[in-house]
């Protein structure tokens, strides 16, 4: 008698393959969503890289060089370096100065108010790029720069306290920040926890 091992193989019911197919469908969905939430995590990260490297290189070219470094938020991702020249004794400085870095970032952050917490700074987010006096908490002068001393000022002398706040509008965990304290120039950046981190303030370094 031979015995015939076909009749004791046995392939997947219809409904086993059914629940596999919705299983990997179910982990590659998952997959999708969490590369595109670490993509915008990432988009968000290199925004405020941006501006914490444009500040502390604006900081270090002043007290290097010797000379006030302007700072100009432009449009919605566009930190511009100004150097301020000596005008030869006659005027402090010239009325151009020369353009030190004008590139923007990339990608969809820009700037904007995306939560509604302030940094543990607590130096105001009524607006995207808030900077007041850190004297008086007043409106700051036109023009804002750091000095030869290293210290962030207006064009009064009067240092500035202040908060540059990114991320991708409607996605609040993409929310980040830089503060500058005026006095010292140090420049600090944070990002948001969201808004499940249990901590009396999701905003960290």
């Known amino acids: 008698m031979r015995w ?20 990997i469908s179910v982990v590659v969905c998952m997959a999708i969503i969490s590369s595109g939430i670490g993509n915008m995590n990432s988009q968000a990260d290199k925004a405020m890289g941006y501006v914490n490297g444009q500040l502390r290189v604006a900081r270090g070219m002043a007290i290097s060089q010797r000379r006030n470094i302007q700072v100009a938020f432009n449009g919605t991702n566009h930190v511009l370096l100004t150097r301020q020249e000596v005008g030869g004794g006659q005027t402090p400085f010239l009325d151009n100065p020369a353009d030190v870095n004008g590139i923007p970032w990339e990608g969809p952050a820009v700037y904007a108010v995306v939560v509604s917490t302030d940094t543990p700074m607590a130096f105001g987010n009524g607006a995207a790029i808030k900077f007041v006096n850190a004297s008086t908490g007043g409106v700051p002068g036109p023009t804002m720069m750091f ?58 370094e």
């Not at 015939?4 to 299983?23: D, I, P």
């Open 147 to 204: 000095n030869t001393a290293g210290q962030f000022v207006d064009n009064t002398g009067a240092p500035l306290n202040g908060t540059v706040f990114m991320g991708i509008v409607g996605r609040p965990n993409t929310a980040r920040s830089v503060t500058v304290l005026g006095a010292t120039g140090r420049v600090r950046s944070y990002h948001w926890l969201g808004t499940g981190c249990g901590l009396a303030n999701c905003w960290i």
């Open 4 to 23: 015939n091992g076909r009749e004791n193989e046995q392939g997947f019911t219809m409904v086993e393959t059914v629940v596999v197919v919705a299983l």
